[in-house]
């Protein structure tokens, strides 16, 4: 099943490792404990929207952004994967 | 503040009136209580990600959908409005 909690953490996650900073850094910045931000990266507890705010904050990127990045994972997640077949072999 | 949860609300609202169903036969296919919906409708309260799911099923929309309208609303809301300079007046 398809989970906000789980692609808002993967895209959040993706941006922290792409920014090559550190859980401790980027918890420290948006206030947050690091386990609760170790917790949301992996999709395993719900970001409330305040705190959601502060990790995007402390991360240098709006909430537009993280959310536009978040609903096309999930677009591409929702399309049925292409069957290729395989003509030669049938 | 821009936040997720009333944006997803407003959304949610938005795609119910549009279809012209109550809260109640709404909460009613999606198995949550009339006042859950009600309160997540109104941007009170933060959605779980599994019974955000079950909302959008009631609703016959996919998450991806959901999300890329609040993914807009959300940018919308962060461009500075355009201040307009009446030359004429000045």
Redesign the interface.
């Known amino acids: 099943?398809?989970?906000?909690?789980?692609h808002l953490g993967s895209t959040l996650r993706s941006a922290r490792v792409a920014q090559g900073r550190t859980l401790r850094e980027v918890a420290k910045s948006a206030r947050v404990s690091l386990g609760y931000l170790s917790e949301v990266e992996r999709g395993q507890k719900?970001a409330?929207?305040?705190l959601?705010?502060s990790i995007c904050s402390a991360l240098d990127l709006?909430?537009?952004?993280v959310?536009?990045d978040?609903?096309r994972q999930?677009?591409i997640?929702?399309t049925p994967a292409l069957i290729v077949v395989d003509e030669a072999a049938a």
């Not at 709006?62 to 952004?65: E, F, S, V």
């Open positions: 099943m398809t989970l906000l909690r789980t719900e409330s929207s305040e959601l705010n709006t909430l537009g952004t959310l536009v978040v609903a999930i677009k997640s929702e």
